[in-house]
C-alpha cells in the first residue's frame, strides 16, 4: 500500500520562501507520477506541479519560475521549493501519486487521476 507523509508547512511572510516534503513508502520507484496539489477554501483542488517517471515536470501558470518539483529516490521523498511566495498561495498542500505506463502529459493536474494523496500541510502567506 502506497503512504504519503507530507511536512514542511508554515506561516510565512510575502517574499519568503518554504520546501515542502514527502515520504513515500510502498510503491516501485519510475513509475509513478508524483505530484503537488492545493486546495484554498472554498476552491477546488489544483494542480500545482507534477514530476513524471520519466522526470520530466509541469507547473501550473501561477507558479512556474517560483516553484520547483524534484524527487530524491534514493530518500523516497518528493519536494516542492517554494520561493517568492504570495498570499495567494495559501492553501492546504497535498502529495499525490499514481501509477503510470506512459505518463500523464495533459492530465495530471486532474485530482482523480491519482489514486495515492497524503494527508496535507497547511501553508500560509500574509502580506
Known amino acids: 500500500q502506497v503512504q504519503l507523509v507530507e511536512s514542511g508547512g508554515g506561516s510565512v511572510q510575502a517574499g519568503e520562501s518554504l520546501t515542502l516534503s514527502c515520504v513515500v513508502s510502498g510503491y516501485t520507484k519510475n513509475r509513478y507520477c508524483m505530484a503537488w496539489f492545493r486546495q484554498a477554501p472554498g476552491q477546488e483542488r489544483e494542480g500545482v506541479a507534477r514530476?513524471?517517471?520519466?522526470?520530466?515536470?509541469t507547473y501550473a501558470d501561477s507558479v512556474t519560475g517560483r516553484f520547483i518539483i524534484s524527487k530524491d529516490n534514493a530518500k523516497n521523498t518528493l519536494y516542492l521549493q517554494m520561493n517568492s511566495l504570495k498570499p495567494e498561495d495559501t492553501a492546504m498542500y497535498y502529495c499525490?501519486?499514481?501509477?503510470?505506463?506512459?505518463?500523464?502529459?495533459?492530465?495530471?493536474?486532474?485530482?482523480?487521476?491519482?489514486?495515492?494523496w497524503g494527508r496535507g500541510t497547511q501553508v500560509t502567506v500574509s502580506s
Open positions: 499525490a501519486a499514481t501509477y503510470t505506463q506512459s505518463g500523464m502529459n495533459g492530465i495530471w493536474a486532474v485530482p482523480t487521476n491519482y489514486n495515492y
Open positions: 514530476i513524471d517517471r520519466d522526470g520530466s515536470t
